[in-house]
């Protein structure tokens, strides 16, 4: 058992901690705005003060980087806080535990597995890609030791179920929706995705490298409303967005404008190969109905003062 510093506290982050909690660990959860669950040692901070979060790291067993910056500002942030991890994991001593996605794999044709290119030419592929070769590249020159988790698009934190899907549903009012419906597509639970970094973080098989974050089959999209809408006691009411209907979007939401990037990973067959991390950690994923729950639970209507 040891100190954990989660840098970040959306779903991943409060996930970790939940699980880092379970198992015995102290955790202590750095933000700017203190945020945390009960139970971590909540710290205000930058998540780009690099000498900061490395006092904060010392004597720690892991720096889990959790962070999400806003999804327009990935290429203004990113960058400084990518270097503040890795300064303050060189300075600690602490394992760098990265939480990553699949936006560096580009547009694909295939089930991507740890081994895919990382071709994306989009500018938050990019960014990501650079966070991970420099960060690799760091261990390689026996810097500090990391790792990194990629997932595809969570259930139990910010998707397309939690921010559209589940809302119209418990209005009774019809989902739209950026994407085709019936398009094979991987989701993955964020609980496991806090159980690969908790593994890897004492587990030297894991370091130097990537992996994906086992997920069940994949699915679809009119698949995963229907289990919502089950669940739920609702009818569900699904209509597909053209691309085009996104783009025009975009003109007007920064964060919409985002959405054009990764339209790719909704329009055709968005397949996660997972099989390296069960076969080497020998962990599984919940299945898709027990995601579904969580995500409904996680992201239900806080009731209102009378």
């Known amino acids: 058992m040891g100190l954990h510093v989660i840098v970040?506290?959306?779903?991943v982050g409060s996930a970790l901690a939940r699980e880092l909690l379970d198992t015995g660990?102290?955790?202590r959860v750095v933000t700017r705005?203190?945020?945390?669950?009960?139970?971590?040692?909540?710290v205000k901070a930058d998540a780009a003060d690099g000498a900061r979060l490395g006092e904060l790291a010392h004597g720690a067993v892991a720096i889990h980087n959790c962070v999400n910056p806003p999804y327009h500002r990935w290429a203004e942030e990113w960058p400084a806080i990518s270097a503040a991890l890795i300064t303050a994991a060189e300075s600690s001593g602490a394992?760098?535990?990265?939480?990553?996605?699949?936006?560096g794999y580009g547009p694909v044709d295939a089930p991507m597995t740890e081994d895919t290119p990382l071709a994306a030419t989009g500018p938050k592929g990019?960014?990501?890609?650079?966070?991970?070769?420099?960060?690799?590249?760091?261990?390689e020159a026996g810097r500090i030791r990391t790792f990194e988790v990629r997932g595809s698009d969570y259930l139990g934190g910010n998707s397309l179920l939690s921010l559209v899907i589940a809302p119209a549903l418990r209005k009774g009012k019809r989902a739209m929706v950026p994407a085709d419906l019936d398009a094979p597509h991987?989701?993955?639970?964020?609980?496991t995705v806090a159980k690969l970094l908790a593994v890897g973080t004492a587990d030297e098989r894991a370091w130097g490298r990537a992996w994906h974050v086992p997920s069940a089959e994949p699915t679809t999209l009119r698949r995963i409303t229907q289990l919502a809408a089950d669940q739920l006691g609702a009818t569900p009411k699904l209509t597909a967005l053209p691309y085009?209907?996104?783009?025009?979007?975009?003109l007007f939401s920064p964060f919409i404008k985002e959405l054009r990037e990764t339209q790719h990973q909704f329009r055709k067959p968005f397949v996660l190969d997972s099989g390296r991390a069960t076969a080497t950690f020998g962990l599984t994923a919940p299945t898709l109905e027990d995601s579904v729950r969580y995500d409904l639970e996680q992201n239900a209507p806080q009731p209102t003062g009378g």
């Open 8 to 11: 970040g506290a959306g779903p």
């Open 25 to 27: 660990h102290d955790v």
């Open 33 to 42: 705005s203190g945020s945390g669950i009960e139970g971590t040692e909540r």
């Open 95 to 103: 394992v760098l535990a990265t939480t990553a996605n699949l936006y």
């Open 126 to 139: 990019r960014v990501r890609n650079a966070m991970w070769h420099d960060a690799l590249a760091a261990h």
């Open 186 to 191: 991987t989701f993955t639970d964020v609980r």
């Open 244 to 250: 085009a209907a996104v783009w025009v979007a975009g």
